[in-house]
C-alpha cells in the first residue's frame, strides 16, 4: 500500500483545515475509542479514563502531535516517526489491530468536525494515511 | 443472544428514524468500493467503476446500497432475533455470493463514518459505541451461516 501524490495532497490539506483542533481531535479519538473498543483501555490501567481525564487530554495531544508530524513529513512517515517506532516494538507493544481501531476513531472525528471536507477521495486517502501510521509503528515488533 | 440496554435501542431507533435509506445506502456502498477499492471484486456487472466519481454517480451501485441499507432496517427491526432474521442472506453470502465475511465488518465500519458525518455532533460516543455493537451483530448475523 502506497501514498500517491493525490494521497498526500489530501491529507496534508485535511491537516491544514485542522489546524490547532488537533489536540482537541486526539482527545476526542482516544475517548471514542476507549468508549466503543473497550479492551483498548487495557493498556492505559494507570490512567483516569473518565470523561474530561486529564490523562486522557494530554496523551490525546500527544497521539495528535505524532499524526501532525507524520503528516508533515510524508514522504517519510517511517522516518519521522522511528522514535516512536522504536518505543511502540521495545516498551509498548500495543497489539497491531488496536492500530486500526485508532484509525477508525480519528476517521470518525473528522467525519464529525469536517463532514464536507472528508469526500470519498479525502475518506480514502486518510484511511490509507491511518494504515501507513500503523504499520510504520508496528514494523518493529518482529 | 445480545443484550440490548433501553438506552441502546433507544440510541438505534433514534438514529435510524432520521436516516435516508436510500440515500445513506448508496453513500456507505459508494464509499466501500472507493476506499477499499477490491471490494469491487464482487460487482463485475455493475458497469463503470473506474474512478469515484463514476462510483457515486454509478445507477447499480446507488440501487444496491438501498437494498443493503433497507436490509439493515429489517435487522433493527429483530434486534433480539438477529441470526433468524439473516439466516437465508447469511446462507446466500455464503454459498452464491461467496462473500468473505471481513466484508461485512469493512462495510459497518464505513456506515459509521456515513452516519458520523450526516449527524456530526449528535453522533455522541456512546452513540458511536452503540452502532459499533450493531454494526458487529449483524456482520457476525450475516457469517454465521457460513460453512
Known amino acids: 500500500m502506497v501514498l500517491s501524490g ?12 485542522i ?12 475517548e471514542r475509542m ?12 494507570h490512567f483516569d479514563l473518565t470523561h474530561g481525564s486529564a490523562q486522557v487530554k494530554a496523551h490525546g495531544k500527544k497521539v495528535a502531535g505524532a499524526l501532525v508530524e507524520a ?35 480519528f476517521l470518525v472525528v473528522v467525519a464529525i468536525h469536517h463532514p464536507t471536507l472528508l469526500t470519498p477521495e479525502v475518506h480514502a486517502s486518510l484511511d490509507k494515511f491511518m494504515c501507513a501510521v500503523g504499520n510504520v509503528l508496528t514494523a518493529k515488533y518482529r | 443472544m445480545v443484550h440490548w440496554s433501553a438506552e441502546e435501542k433507544q ?16 453513500e456507505a456502498l459508494a464509499r466501500l468500493l472507493i476506499v477499499y477499492p477490491w471490494t469491487q471484486r464482487f460487482f463485475d456487472n455493475f458497469g463503470n467503476l473506474s ?22 432496517g429489517e435487522a433493527i427491526k429483530n434486534l433480539d432475533n438477529l441470526k433468524a432474521t439473516y439466516a437465508k442472506l ?15 465488518r469493512l462495510l459497518g465500519d464505513i ?9 456530526t455532533k449528535d453522533f455522541s460516543p456512546a452513540c458511536q459505541a452503540t452502532w459499533q455493537k450493531l454494526v458487529g451483530v449483524v456482520a457476525h448475523a450475516l457469517a454465521y451461516k457460513y460453512h
Open chain 2, 90 to 104: 447469511s446462507e446466500l453470502h455464503c454459498e452464491k455470493l461467496h462473500v468473505d465475511p471481513e466484508n461485512f
Open chain 2, 51 to 72: 474512478s469515484p466519481t463514476a462510483i457515486v454517480g454509478n445507477p447499480k451501485v446507488r440501487a444496491h446500497g438501498k437494498k443493503v441499507l433497507t436490509s439493515f
Open chain 1, 71 to 105: 503528516a508533515n513529513h510524508i514522504d517519510d512517515i517511517a522516518g519521522a516517526l522511528s522514535k516512536l517506532s522504536d518505543l511502540h516494538a521495545q516498551k509498548l507493544r500495543v497489539d497491531p489491530v488496536n492500530f486500526k481501531l485508532l484509525g477508525h476513531c
Open chain 2, 111 to 119: 456506515l459509521i463514518i456515513v452516519l458520523a458525518a450526516h449527524f
Open chain 1, 19 to 30: 489546524g490547532g483542533h488537533a489536540e482537541d481531535y486526539g482527545t476526542e479519538t482516544l
Open chain 1, 6 to 17: 493525490n494521497d498526500k495532497t489530501n491529507v496534508k490539506n485535511v491537516f491544514t483545515k
Open chain 1, 34 to 45: 476507549f468508549t466503543t473498543y473497550p479492551q483498548t483501555k487495557t493498556y492505559f490501567p
Open chain 2, 11 to 26: 440510541l438505534i431507533t433514534s438514529v435510524w428514524s432520521k436516516v435516508n435509506v436510500e440515500e445513506c445506502g448508496a
